[in-house]
């Protein structure tokens, strides 16, 4: 059974920079057949896409996003991770990972970690 | 962006309803569009991908149909355990992908 689960800062001054981590276990990140993605989810709010990495690094993001975000792989510990550069009180939000599951086009997010809460304040 | 809309925002219904939610496309995304079910406080949970298509381990009174820009999620006969948010998502070739602004089913 694969689990995520996201570990990092819950508090982040505006301005800075926030990196959090997703630990994967249960399963090989390098497994060709997933892609590894974020989303977050403001409080009370819906779901935004992040973006999302392959185990070889090749990436896609959110255009919304793109300027500020980047995700990376460590297949050596079997994570990936999200930094988000300049943040403001609009990027408070519960931050998931999740496995990007499918196929032939087919893409769903099958497998995600608990959410972590992630405040912007000075 | 393909935006994705959800009807309704909320509902209330009783155990045993049949309930239907349905989610709009601003264009075509073929078949590529998830469900899930997110509880309080929770990470939401895969219910349907490819509009029908049943994850496993998912009870069968869920069901998801639909193609091009309208697609519909119906629980057949509403449980306790059903009372959550619903979220549509779009996975089209397209990126971003993204999601419905959710529908809230609460108990009547």
């Known amino acids: 059974q694969v689990q995520l689960q996201e570990s990092g800062p819950g508090l982040v001054k505006p301005s800075q920079t926030l990196s959090l981590t997703c630990n994967v276990s249960?399963?090989?990140?390098?497994?060709?057949?997933?892609?590894w993605s974020w989303i977050r989810q403001p409080p009370g709010k819906g779901l935004e896409w992040i973006g999302y990495i392959y185990y070889s690094g090749s990436t896609n993001y959110n255009p919304s996003l793109k300027s500020r975000v980047t995700i990376s792989v460590d297949t050596s510990k079997n994570q990936f991770s999200l930094k988000l550069s300049s943040v403001t009180a609009a990027d408070a939000a519960v931050y998931y990972c999740?496995?990007?599951?499918?196929?032939?086009?087919?893409?769903?997010?099958?497998?995600w970690g608990q959410g972590t809460l992630v405040t912007v304040s000075s | 962006d393909i935006q994705m809309t959800q009807s309704p925002s909320s509902l209330s219904a009783s155990v045993g309803d049949r309930v239907t939610i349905t989610c709009r496309a601003t264009?075509?995304?073929?078949?590529?569009l998830n469900w899930y079910q997110q509880k309080l406080g929770k990470a939401p949970k895969l219910l349907i991908y490819?509009?029908?298509s049943l994850q496993r381990g998912v009870p069968s009174r869920f069901s998801g149909s639909g193609s091009g820009t309208d697609f519909t999620l119906t629980i057949s006969s509403l449980q306790p355990e059903d009372f959550a948010t619903y979220f549509c998502q779009q996975t089209y070739s397209t990126l971003p992908f993204t999601f419905g602004g959710g529908t809230k089913v609460e108990i009547k």
């Open positions: 264009q075509t995304i073929s078949s590529y």
């Open positions: 490819a509009a029908s």
């Open positions: 249960g399963g090989s990140i390098t497994s060709g057949d997933y892609y």
């Open positions: 999740a496995r990007v599951g499918g196929g032939y086009g087919v893409n769903y997010f099958d497998y």
